[in-house]
C-alpha cells in the first residue's frame, strides 16, 4: 500500500468554522501536509487565495481535492490520500458525516469531526466501531467543544488525582463546570433542529454512547453548586452529550482494564456556570423549554434556520472577544481525595479555538502514531481523552493557546483559586 501523500485532509474547508480550520493548518508552525476538500474545487481554489500570513510557497503546496458524501468513490479516494480526515461539513446526520466516517473506518486512518449529534454518534459507533479495530482506524467524533474540553479535563483530573491516591482507580464523580463566552453560527442551529427531528433532545441515558453500562442514573439537575468557581451551574443541551462521550471514555478504559482507567463506580455531571442560583434555575428552565420546542414544534426548527441561516456566524472581531474556561474535579471515593484540570482559552470556543481543537485532534492522530495510546494502536471509535489525553494537551498546549492545568487540590479550602 503506498503512503499516503497528506497528512490531513479537511473535508468542508469552505464552510463557517472550515475556513477558520484551513487558515490554522496552513498557518500551522509543523507545515503538515494538507489538502482542503469539499464540492467545489473553485471554491476551495478561492479560500487558499484568501490565506493571511501564509507564504507562497506555503500556498502551493496545499492540495485540493474534490469530494462528496452522496460519492462514495471520492470519499475512498480522499480517505486513500491522508492520514487523517477532518469532517467539517455538517449537520452531520443530513450532509453523511457517517459516510465520511466509513470511508475512513475502511481504509484504515485517521477520523474527527465536530459533531455533537447523538443520533449520528451511535450509528458510528454501532456500524463502524467493528471496522475501525479491523483496520486500525482512529476515528474520534465530536473533538471540538462537543465534547473535547469536557471529556480531556474529567481525563486529565483523574490521572492527577490517582497520582494522589497512590496510582489507584478509585474514583466516585466527577464534576465539570464551564464558563464560556461566544456566539452561535447557522450549523450549530441547523444541527440541534436536526437532531431534535432524529432523537430525543432529554437526557435519558447517562451511557448513550458507551461500549458498556455503569450505575449512573441520568437526571436534570437545574442548579448545582460547583466549588472551583465558587458558583451554581445551570444544565444545558450540552449535558447529554457531553456525559455520553465522557462514559465512552471510562467505559473504553475501564473494558480494557487499562492503567488510566477511572474505577467502577464513576460518575460524571457538569453545569454550566451563572451568576447565582436563581439564575442557574432559570438558565437550566430556559434551556429544557428550548429542547422541548424543538423536539415537539417543526415551525420552531424553521424560524430558528431562517433567523440564523446555515453558514453564518459571528464576526471574528466578536470571536477574538470570547473566552472558554473548563474546570473539572475528580474526587475520590474516600471523599477527601481530590485534584482539579482546568482548561482555558481565549477567544469563542465554539468556533475560533474549536478549529484549533478538532485540528489537533487530527494532527495527534497523523503525527503522533509512537506517542498514543495502546487504545489508540488498536484502533476503533474512540474519544479525545483515550487516544492519549496526555499527547493532545501538550499539543493543544503547545500550538493552540489552550492553558491546560492539573494539579492535586486534596489540601485546599478554596478550590475557585485553584489552576485559574
Given at each position: 500500500?503506498?503512503?499516503?501523500?497528506?497528512?490531513?485532509?479537511?473535508?468542508?474547508?469552505?464552510?463557517?468554522?472550515?475556513?477558520?480550520?484551513?487558515?490554522?493548518?496552513?498557518?500551522?508552525?509543523?507545515?503538515?501536509?494538507?489538502?482542503?476538500?469539499?464540492?467545489?474545487?473553485?471554491?476551495?481554489?478561492?479560500?487558499?487565495?484568501?490565506?493571511?500570513?501564509?507564504?507562497?510557497?506555503?500556498?502551493?503546496?496545499?492540495?485540493?481535492?474534490?469530494?462528496?458524501?452522496?460519492?462514495?468513490?471520492?470519499?475512498?479516494?480522499?480517505?486513500?490520500?491522508?492520514?487523517?480526515?477532518?469532517?467539517?461539513?455538517?449537520?452531520?446526520?443530513?450532509?453523511?458525516?457517517?459516510?465520511?466516517?466509513?470511508?475512513?473506518?475502511?481504509?484504515?486512518?485517521?477520523?474527527?469531526?465536530?459533531?455533537?449529534?447523538?443520533?449520528?454518534?451511535?450509528?458510528?459507533?454501532?456500524?463502524?466501531?467493528?471496522?475501525?479495530?479491523?483496520?486500525?482506524?482512529?476515528?474520534?467524533?465530536?473533538?471540538?467543544?462537543?465534547?473535547?474540553?469536557f471529556d480531556l479535563t474529567t481525563y486529565l483530573a483523574i490521572q492527577e488525582l490517582r497520582k494522589a491516591s497512590g496510582g489507584k482507580a478509585d474514583v466516585d464523580y466527577a464534576l465539570c463546570g464551564y464558563h464560556?463566552?461566544?456566539?452561535?453560527?447557522?450549523?450549530?442551529?441547523?444541527?440541534?433542529?436536526?437532531?431534535?427531528?432524529?432523537?430525543?433532545?432529554?437526557?435519558?441515558?447517562?451511557?448513550?454512547?458507551?461500549?458498556?453500562?455503569?450505575?449512573?442514573?441520568?437526571?436534570?439537575?437545574?442548579?448545582?453548586?460547583?466549588?472551583?468557581?465558587?458558583?451554581?451551574?445551570?444544565?444545558?443541551?450540552?449535558?447529554?452529550?457531553?456525559?455520553?462521550?465522557?462514559?465512552?471514555?471510562?467505559?473504553?478504559?475501564?473494558?480494557?482494564?487499562?492503567?488510566?482507567?477511572?474505577?467502577?463506580?464513576?460518575?460524571?455531571?457538569?453545569?454550566?456556570?451563572?451568576?447565582?442560583?436563581?439564575?442557574?434555575?432559570?438558565?437550566?428552565?430556559?434551556?429544557?423549554?428550548?429542547?422541548?420546542?424543538?423536539?415537539?414544534?417543526?415551525?420552531?426548527?424553521?424560524?430558528?434556520?431562517?433567523?440564523?441561516?446555515?453558514?453564518?456566524?459571528?464576526?471574528?472581531?466578536?470571536?477574538?472577544?470570547?473566552?472558554?474556561?473548563?474546570?473539572?474535579?475528580?474526587?475520590?471515593?474516600?471523599?477527601?481525595?481530590?485534584?482539579?484540570?482546568?482548561?482555558?482559552?481565549?477567544?469563542?470556543?465554539?468556533?475560533?479555538?474549536?478549529?484549533?481543537?478538532?485540528?489537533?485532534?487530527?494532527?495527534?492522530?497523523?503525527?503522533?502514531?509512537?506517542?498514543?495510546?495502546?487504545?489508540?494502536?488498536?484502533?476503533?471509535?474512540?474519544?479525545?481523552?483515550?487516544?492519549?489525553?496526555?499527547?493532545?494537551?501538550?499539543?493543544?498546549?503547545?500550538?493552540?493557546?489552550?492553558?491546560?492545568?492539573?494539579?492535586?487540590?486534596?489540601?485546599?479550602?478554596?478550590?475557585?483559586?485553584?489552576?485559574?
Amino acid at each position: 500500500m503506498s503512503s499516503p501523500t497528506y497528512d490531513v485532509v479537511l473535508y468542508g474547508a469552505t464552510g463557517f468554522t472550515g475556513s477558520i480550520a484551513a487558515q490554522y493548518l496552513a498557518e500551522h508552525p509543523q507545515q503538515p501536509k494538507v489538502a482542503f476538500a469539499g464540492r467545489s474545487e473553485a471554491k476551495i481554489r478561492g479560500l487558499i487565495n484568501q490565506l493571511t500570513n501564509v507564504s507562497a510557497e506555503r500556498v502551493q503546496s496545499i492540495g485540493v481535492m474534490v469530494a462528496n458524501s452522496d460519492d462514495h468513490e471520492s470519499l475512498k479516494r480522499m480517505a486513500s490520500s491522508a492520514k487523517a480526515i477532518i469532517n467539517m461539513v455538517g449537520p452531520y446526520a443530513k450532509y453523511g458525516g457517517y459516510d465520511v466516517a466509513k470511508a475512513a473506518a475502511e481504509a484504515g486512518i485517521g477520523y474527527v469531526d465536530l459533531t455533537g449529534e447523538s443520533s449520528v454518534y451511535k450509528r458510528i459507533v454501532r456500524d463502524l466501531h467493528s471496522v475501525a479495530k479491523s483496520t486500525k482506524a482512529i476515528i474520534v467524533p465530536s473533538s471540538g467543544f462537543d465534547s473535547l474540553p469536557f471529556d480531556l479535563t474529567t481525563y486529565l483530573a483523574i490521572q492527577e488525582l490517582r497520582k494522589a491516591s497512590g496510582g489507584k482507580a478509585d474514583v466516585d464523580y466527577a464534576l465539570c463546570g464551564y464558563h464560556v463566552h461566544g456566539g452561535v453560527s447557522g450549523g450549530t442551529i441547523a444541527s440541534a433542529v436536526g437532531e431534535a427531528k432524529n432523537s430525543d433532545l432529554n437526557f435519558k441515558d447517562a451511557y448513550q454512547l458507551g461500549p458498556i453500562r455503569g450505575t449512573q442514573q441520568a437526571q436534570i439537575v437545574r442548579s448545582r453548586f460547583l466549588p472551583q468557581f465558587n458558583r451554581y451551574g445551570a444544565y444545558t443541551l450540552f449535558t447529554p452529550h457531553n456525559t455520553g462521550i465522557v462514559n465512552r471514555s471510562w467505559g473504553l478504559l475501564q473494558e480494557a482494564s487499562d492503567k488510566c482507567s477511572y474505577g467502577a463506580s464513576f460518575k460524571y455531571v457538569e453545569g454550566y456556570v451563572t451568576s447565582s442560583y436563581v439564575f442557574s434555575l432559570l438558565v437550566s428552565s430556559i434551556m429544557i423549554f428550548f429542547g422541548y420546542l424543538l423536539g415537539h414544534y417543526a415551525w420552531f426548527g424553521d424560524w430558528l434556520s431562517k433567523k440564523v441561516p446555515q453558514g453564518t456566524g459571528s464576526s471574528m472581531e466578536k470571536q477574538l472577544k470570547g473566552f472558554g474556561n473548563v474546570r473539572t474535579i475528580a474526587v475520590a471515593r474516600n471523599g477527601t481525595t481530590k485534584a482539579l484540570s482546568s482548561f482555558s482559552v481565549k477567544g469563542d470556543p465554539g468556533y475560533l479555538r474549536t478549529a484549533a481543537f478538532i485540528s489537533e485532534t487530527a494532527l495527534t492522530i497523523a503525527l503522533e502514531q509512537s506517542r498514543l495510546s495502546d487504545l489508540a494502536r488498536g484502533g476503533g471509535v474512540l474519544t479525545p481523552a483515550t487516544i492519549g489525553g496526555e499527547v493532545l494537551a501538550e499539543r493543544l498546549s503547545r500550538y493552540s493557546q489552550v492553558k491546560i492545568q492539573s494539579k492535586d487540590v486534596t489540601a485546599s479550602t478554596d478550590l475557585s483559586q485553584e489552576c485559574i
